[in-house]
Each structure stands twice: as structure tokens, then as C-alpha cells.
């Protein structure tokens, strides 16, 4: 995999953490700390899952039975599928913020990067999928602080929110195909 495609994986699944942020930014009684615990939260379960997810990937891959090309392809492309349908279902709304919440939607926004990293992170070294992790962990953080910086200027404009997953589940679709058919 190139850094490239590591990028565009990254900014992909790091969308969900950065819609949120933008929704939750725009909420003046937000507070910083908040703002701040959130974004490590992001930041952190990204770089988690996708480590995770590549790890059991790399695991059952060389223990059990390589994964075509084909079939990954196909899981990326259902997971973009799937991050385009639950744009369609977000109305929007987020909890009260508290210690648990932060773990709650980090977790929430970051389970596309465990199967993202199950899929497309298994055919390098765990040095090398450390690495693609903190990178993906770390993007993700970059694009909530980004959020949170933008969603305090912009203040009731929320395109940018209302279309994220729209995108990331496109990006995720194309690189999906990408994988099947080249």
C-alpha cells in the first residue's frame, strides 16, 4: 500500500471523528476540555482499532487463508456503504458530554477503522502497521481539531458535517473498487 492510499484510508475513516467534532463544535456550550478529551479520543481509538484490525488481519491471514484482493475490495466498498447509509440516519443529535461519553463515541466513530485496517493493513510488518496506525490515529486527530477550529467560525453553517460520511463512504467505495478490479 502506498502512503497515498494510507492517506486517503485515513482521511476516510477519520471523517465520522471529525463530523462529530464539527456537530459537537457548533454547540456553544461545549467547553474546551471537552473539546480537548474528545479529540484524544478520536485520535487514539483510530489508531487502536486500525492497529487491532490489523493485526487480526496479518493473524488470519497467515494462519488461516489469505484474503483475495476481491473480497477486500468488496468489505471496503460494503463498509463506505454502509458510512453513506448511517449519514442518512444521523439526525444530528449528541449526548450530553461526561467521562464515559468520550470513550462511547470514540469507540463509535472508529469501529470502520478495525475492519478498514482488517482488510488493507494485514500484508506489511507489525513495525510498519504500527506506523500506518499512528498515522491513521493521528489524521484522524489532526481532522477533529481542524473541526472543532471551523465549527467555532462557522457557526450554524453545517455542511460540512451533514456530508461527511456522504464522503467518506464515497472515498472508501472507490478504493474498495480500486482493490477489485485493478
Known amino acids: 500500500?502506498?502512503?497515498?492510499?494510507?492517506l486517503w484510508i485515513a482521511i476516510a475513516v477519520g471523517l465520522d471523528a471529525s463530523a462529530v467534532a464539527f456537530g459537537i463544535g457548533l454547540n456553544e456550550k461545549v467547553e474546551m476540555k471537552d473539546k480537548c478529551c474528545l479529540?484524544?479520543?478520536?485520535?487514539?481509538?483510530?489508531?487502536?482499532?486500525?492497529?487491532i484490525g490489523g493485526s487480526l488481519g496479518k493473524t488470519f491471514s497467515d494462519n488461516i487463508i489469505t484474503v483475495p484482493t476481491i473480497i477486500s475490495g468488496m468489505v471496503i466498498a460494503i463498509v463506505g456503504i454502509m458510512m453513506i447509509k448511517e449519514g442518512m440516519e444521523n439526525q444530528g443529535e449528541y449526548p450530553l458530554l461526561s467521562g464515559r461519553i468520550y470513550f462511547i463515541i470514540g469507540i463509535s466513530v472508529s469501529i470502520d477503522a478495525m475492519v478498514v485496517g482488517f482488510i488493507t493493513l494485514i500484508n506489511i510488518t507489525y513495525g510498519i502497521l504500527?506506523?500506518?496506525?499512528?498515522?491513521?490515529?493521528?489524521?484522524?486527530?489532526?481532522?477533529?481539531?481542524?473541526?472543532?477550529?471551523?465549527?467555532?467560525?462557522?457557526?450554524?453553517?453545517?455542511?460540512?458535517?451533514?456530508?461527511?460520511?456522504?464522503i467518506g463512504g464515497v472515498i472508501l467505495i472507490l478504493f474498495g473498487l480500486k482493490m477489485i478490479f485493478l
Do not use: E, P
Open 1 to 6: 500500500m502506498s502512503i497515498v492510499q494510507l
Open 39 to 51: 479529540t484524544l479520543s478520536f485520535g487514539f481509538f483510530q489508531f487502536l482499532f486500525s492497529f
Open 130 to 166: 504500527m506506523i500506518y496506525s499512528l498515522i491513521i490515529g493521528s489524521i484522524a486527530l489532526i481532522m477533529s481539531v481542524i473541526s472543532f477550529i471551523i465549527s467555532k467560525y462557522l457557526g450554524r453553517i453545517n455542511l460540512i458535517g451533514k456530508y461527511a460520511n456522504y
